[in-house]
């Protein structure tokens, strides 16, 4: 199977970008996922949930492929921070994680629909943000506008500003899909971008 069987089941283009550094083509749609946490559902078990439910959304469009699925959240204080999606939401959850450590939790899925074979995990990544004041708050979200990234803000922008400490094994799993973890699932199914001939994309 060709590299361009690949889709990336995300509207997400900080999604979209990160995958290109690994998979020059692929195919892009939008899951119809409702993202609602169910009772009793951990963090870590609706991101999981999320991301199979994503790819496995869109396996009618494109049943020869490989599907790829992600969800991320923001833990902090045992709630849950999702897309802020307005300049106020956004302010108040940066107030809430100043002088925090926050948890990033990205689910990560891949379905084979021709072979109806799945893979999934959950990657952490932890950010400390400064004890940042009103003003800074304000002003980092009226200049970057990150309504839609959970938590706030966006690491590889002016975002990173905001932190004291970052851990985690991959930073590209903050900005929403951890490439490490990817290419060793894709290696598990015999995918390796880097021994794919170009010519066959």
């Not at 991320?72 to 959850?93: C, F, H, N, T, Y």
């Not at 072979?115 to 004041?133: A, D, G, H």
């Amino acid at each position: 199977m060709k590299m361009s069987n690949i889709v990336l089941a995300s509207t997400s283009p900080y999604r979209r970008e990160l995958l290109q550094k690994v998979i020059p083509e692929f195919a892009v749609v939008a899951p119809a996922v409702d993202e609602t946490q169910q009772a009793g559902e951990s963090p870590q078990q609706l991101v999981e949930r999320l991301a199979q439910a994503k790819a496995r959304a869109v396996a009618g469009q494109f049943p020869q492929h490989i599907i790829i699925g992600s969800d991320q959240v923001a833990v902090v204080d045992q709630s849950v921070l999702g897309k802020p999606g307005s300049v106020e939401r956004a302010i108040a959850q940066l107030q809430q994680m100043r002088g925090k450590t926050v948890t990033f939790l990205t689910g990560l899925a891949l379905y084979d629909s021709a072979l109806n074979r799945s893979q999934s995990l959950v990657e952490p990544f932890q950010v400390t943000l400064r004890e940042l004041t009103d003003n800074e708050i304000r002003a980092y979200v009226e200049r970057e506008q990150p309504l839609n990234c959970a938590g706030s803000f966006k690491s590889e922008g002016l975002g990173i500003c905001l932190f004291e400490h970052l851990r985690g094994d991959d930073p590209n799993s903050l900005i929403g899909l951890p490439l490490i973890q990817l290419v060793r699932m894709l290696a598990r199914w015999d995918y390796n971008p880097l021994l794919m001939d170009p010519k066959t994309y």
